[in-house]
């Protein structure tokens, strides 16, 4: 199997069901904490250094060989480099590359639950324009969701729509500040206070 399978194989599990988002993935897709970011430093920290590098740039010429550097570059930096600057230093990459997959139509050759994380980049991102072009993705992606999967689905655009709400609001992400070593504005502050504030 070639290492970009793996490692899509590894993050999707063998779910047989295109749209499903299988519980036991859930953990290592929005749960993270120490165990699952060490089992997934010591598998992949190679991975993502080589991304980072460029060394992995002809995964993006298929659209399961870009999804794989996605993952690396968006998804497992937020375990491997948790609560430090790292973990977001490879998101202009990462959404550079998802947006040429979008416009090439890249993400449509992928299976429902794939094509979220290859929006997600644009999720992640501290762009006005960004958020709206990606709660438009997955406005579409629920358009096409089975009954059996919508509420899965309707999840992963209220999550959408709240991060496009706070970078609307602040032009990025408050909860980024103090890690990033940004000031704070007043508002900023106080929405910081505010239950359920950050992701």
Not at 178 to 187: F, M
Request: proline content about 7%; glycine content about 8%.
């Amino acid at each position: 199997m070639e290492r970009s399978e793996e490692i899509l194989a590894h993050w999707f599990g063998e779910e047989p069901d295109d749209w499903a988002a299988p519980a036991d993935r859930h953990p290592l897709w929005f749960g993270g904490g120490p165990q699952v970011d060490e089992d997934l430093r010591r598998r992949f920290a190679t991975d993502v250094e080589r991304a980072r590098a460029g060394a992995l740039d002809a995964w993006k010429a298929t659209p399961r060989g870009r999804l794989a550097l996605l993952i690396l570059l968006d998804q497992l930096p937020r375990n491997l480099f948790r609560g430090t600057p790292e973990a977001f230093a490879s998101d202009p990459a990462a959404l550079a590359l998802a947006l040429e997959g979008i416009d090439r139509g890249d993400d449509r050759a992928l299976r429902p639950i794939e094509r979220t994380f290859a929006y997600l980049p644009l999720e992640h991102a501290e762009d006005r324009g960004i958020q709206a072009r990606g709660v438009a993705c997955f406005e579409a992606l629920l358009a096409e969701a089975p009954e059996r999967v919508r509420k899965t689905y309707e999840s992963f655009l209220d999550y959408a729509v709240r991060h496009r709400v706070i970078v609307d609001r602040f032009g990025r992400f408050p909860h980024r500040n103090a890690i990033l070593g940004r000031k704070s504005t007043p508002e900023e502050e106080a929405f910081l206070r505010e239950p359920g504030s950050s992701f």
